[in-house]
C-alpha cells in the first residue's frame, strides 16, 4: 500500500510541476511519518524516501536510533525550549523556528555539538491564534536576529494555512507565502550556498502549493494512511 500510495503521489508532484512550468525536480516530498511505527517508515524508505517529518522529539528519538542513517529528518512540530538540545541532535532541518529564544537555543547546542543546523522560519500565515508560527509582519525582524547566529543557516520559510476541505480556499494563502518568501531571497536573508525551500502544501492541497511555488510538501495520510 504504501509503496502504491508513494508511486502516486510522486506522479501528482511531477503533474503539478509540469503543468505549472516548474521542474519537478525541484519539490521535494517530505514523508510524514507521526504516530506512524519503525516498520512502516522502512517501507517507505525501501521505495526510496529519504525525507521525513516528525512531530514530536520523544517519539522521533526511538524511531531515528532504529532506523538508517542516510534518513535526512525533519522537525515539524512545535518546539519547546527544553527540547531543542534533542533536537539539534536528531534532526537536519528544523522548519517550525518561530520565536528568538528558540533559535537561541538551538545555535547554541549546534554550536555545542559542532553542527550547522539548517531551519526554516514558521510563519503564521493565516494569523490563527492558536496556531505556532510568526506573524507574517514580525518575520523580517527574527529573520534579521537570526542572521547573526552562526550555527543555524537559514534555508526559507514554512507555513501551515487554515484548514480548508477546499484546496482552492487555501490558494491565497500559498501566493502570499511565496511572495513573502521571494522578498525575502531578494533581501539576501536565507543561505547563498544552498538552494532555498518554501514548505508548504500537505495531503489535501499539495497539488495547488506546487502550482504555488513550494519546494516541500509535507504529506502523512496520502502515504501512510490514516493516523489513529
Ligand atoms: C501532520 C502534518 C502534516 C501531514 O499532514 P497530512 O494531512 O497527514 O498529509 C504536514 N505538516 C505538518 C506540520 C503536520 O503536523
Known amino acids: 500500500m504504501i509503496r502504491d500510495n508513494l508511486t502516486t503521489i510522486r506522479q501528482q508532484i511531477f503533474d503539478a510541476a509540469e503543468r505549472s512550468g516548474r521542474d519537478p525536480l525541484k519539490v521535494q516530498l517530505l514523508a510524514v511519518s507521526k504516530r506512524f511505527d519503525v516498520q512502516k517508515i522502512q517501507e517507505a524508505f525501501d521505495q526510496g524516501q529519504l525525507l521525513f517529518g516528525e512531530n514530536y522529539i520523544q517519539e522521533a528519538e526511538k524511531k531515528i536510533y532504529e532506523l538508517p542513517s542516510s534518513i535526512s529528518w525533519h522537525f515539524i512540530g512545535h518546539l519547546q525550549s527544553n527540547k531543542a538540545k534533542l533536537a539539534a541532535q536528531l534532526f537536519q532541518v528544523i522548519e517550525t523556528v518561530d520565536r528568538l529564544k528558540i533559535a537561541k537555543a538551538l545555535n547554541k547546542h549546534a554550536q555545542e555539538i559542532g553542527k550547522?543546523?539548517?531551519?526554516?522560519?514558521?510563519?503564521?500565515?493565516?494569523?490563527?491564534?492558536?496556531?505556532?508560527?510568526?506573524?507574517?509582519?514580525?518575520?523580517?525582524?527574527?529573520?534579521?536576529?537570526?542572521?547573526?547566529?552562526?550555527?543555524?543557516?537559514?534555508?526559507?520559510?514554512?507555513?501551515?494555512?487554515?484548514?480548508?476541505?477546499?484546496?482552492?480556499?487555501?490558494?491565497?494563502?500559498?501566493?502570499?507565502?511565496?511572495?513573502?518568501?521571494?522578498?525575502?531571497?531578494?533581501?539576501?536573508?536565507?543561505?547563498?550556498?544552498?538552494?532555498?525551500?518554501?514548505?508548504?502544501?500537505?495531503?489535501?492541497?499539495?497539488?495547488v502549493a506546487i502550482e504555488e511555488g513550494s519546494t516541500l510538501v509535507r504529506i502523512g495520510t496520502s502515504i501512510f494512511g490514516k493516523r489513529t
Open 116 to 207: 550547522t543546523l539548517d531551519i526554516l522560519v514558521q510563519i503564521n500565515i493565516g494569523q490563527e491564534k492558536q496556531k505556532a508560527g510568526v506573524d507574517p509582519q514580525d518575520a523580517e525582524l527574527l529573520l534579521k536576529e537570526l542572521g547573526n547566529m552562526e550555527n543555524l543557516r537559514i534555508r526559507g520559510l514554512m507555513a501551515m494555512p487554515p484548514f480548508s476541505n477546499d484546496p482552492e480556499q487555501t490558494r491565497p494563502h500559498f501566493k502570499a507565502l511565496r511572495k513573502m518568501s521571494d522578498q525575502f531571497t531578494d533581501k539576501g536573508y536565507f543561505a547563498h550556498n544552498a538552494p532555498t525551500i518554501l514548505s508548504m502544501g500537505m495531503s489535501n492541497d499539495f497539488r
